[in-house]
């Protein structure tokens, strides 16, 4: 019986390290120019990776090796630049234009080789013009890295939650090659690409330990949530070594914090941004980067904004990140293609003729 269980024990560490084992994941991304909604009436044209913004989640292990091949379906060149990744032995693949590849032209494509090296959030985002592709256009997405070896507090996670929060300027949304300006300001603020009231709740359960993973893309944040305090455990994508409590965690443009909140209060909870001017559309409030959190068995009143909203489970990746490794496109981001807005109003005019 002994001799048994040590083989049956011996076995269940073999399957463990091999589950853990580095692999190599290929796929493909596409450019490709679209319009997005991101708030009610308000739309923006965009060059989104594989349809859609934010772009696919990548899930990757530390230690994996990466093959992207990115089609340009565009007509203006770009890269992708691993924001967070230090490209070890590798820095060709680092996506700056004119500095470690050329970039890839409109109808070309170029292969990304590289070992995913460094754990935790990080994110992709294009390097040509940043202040108009990455912070008008919607040229990024998230990559997350499991560490090796991840800390307690990781170990105790039972939902994950991707927020990537970014500012659009509706008076340049429909002009590629405008804005992007040092004196423009933006007016519109969205959480995952879409502003309040097209966001999203997050729901979860009471006891659950919700691992948030904020991204400021293109300004800076000051993340609040109503009801709980978070606990502060990574900055950048890496541990810290003394994690902390906040009431309210500042995040500045390009950096990642994730948070950890155990879910001990129950309720509807506001959930935002508290840099006010980023809680508006075009400065009519409330808008922008808002959601709710929502308590399994919390009974919503009759006047309540979201009682009857189509509910979308994946719009902060939480379905995604419990899949296998790999690359992972979210229906809730898609975008729309430009051709099929310009064929239906060529024929409304032929018909109107």
């Known amino acids: ?164 929060f970014s500012g659009w300027d509706s008076k340049v949304a429909m002009e590629y090659g405008k804005g992007g300006h040092p004196t423009d300001k933006n007016d519109y603020y969205s959480i995952n690409g879409k502003s309040f009231p097209i966001t999203q709740p997050l729901r979860v359960k009471e006891g659950d330990v919700v691992r948030l993973r904020l991204y400021a893309v293109s300004s800076d944040v000051s993340y609040h949530m109503h009801g709980h305090d978070v606990l502060v455990t990574h900055k950048d994508g890496l541990p810290l070594d003394s994690p902390y409590l906040a009431d309210v965690v500042y995040v500045p443009q390009g950096g990642r914090m994730d948070v950890i909140a155990r879910m001990d209060n129950p309720g509807i909870w506001i959930n935002h941004d508290h840099i006010e001017s980023h809680t508006s559309n075009a400065g009519k409030m409330p808008g922008g980067a808002v959601t709710i959190i929502e308590y399994e068995g919390v009974k919503p009143e009759p006047w309540y904004a979201w009682k009857d909203k189509e509910y979308q489970p994946d719009f902060y990746m939480s379905e995604s990140m419990k899949q296998d490794y790999g690359l992972h496109n979210v229906d809730a981001f898609k975008a729309q293609a430009q051709v099929v807005e310009r064929t239906k109003k060529r024929k409304k005019k032929t018909t109107a003729e």
């Open 1 to 164: 019986m002994n001799k048994t269980l040590k083989i049956f024990g011996l076995v269940l560490v073999m399957l463990a390290s091999h589950s853990l084992k580095a692999e190599t994941l290929s796929f493909q991304m596409t450019i490709d120019e679209m319009e997005v909604e991101v708030a009610p009436g308000f739309k923006n044209k965009v060059w989104a990776f594989n349809g859609q913004v934010p772009g696919p989640l990548i899930h990757a292990r530390q230690g994996d090796r990466l093959l992207v091949t990115v089609q340009n379906n565009t007509t203006l060149a770009h890269t992708v630049h691993w924001h967070g990744t230090h490209q070890m032995n590798s820095w060709k693949m680092d996506g700056v234009p004119n500095v470690t590849q050329l970039a890839i032209q409109p109808g070309e494509s170029f292969v990304y080789d590289f070992i995913a090296g460094r754990p935790g959030s990080l994110w992709y985002h294009c390097h040509v013009n940043v202040p108009e592709h990455v912070g008008l256009r919607g040229m990024w997405g998230p990559m997350v890295v499991d560490p090796k070896e991840p800390t307690e507090i990781e170990k105790e996670v039972t939902k994950e939650a991707l927020l990537m």
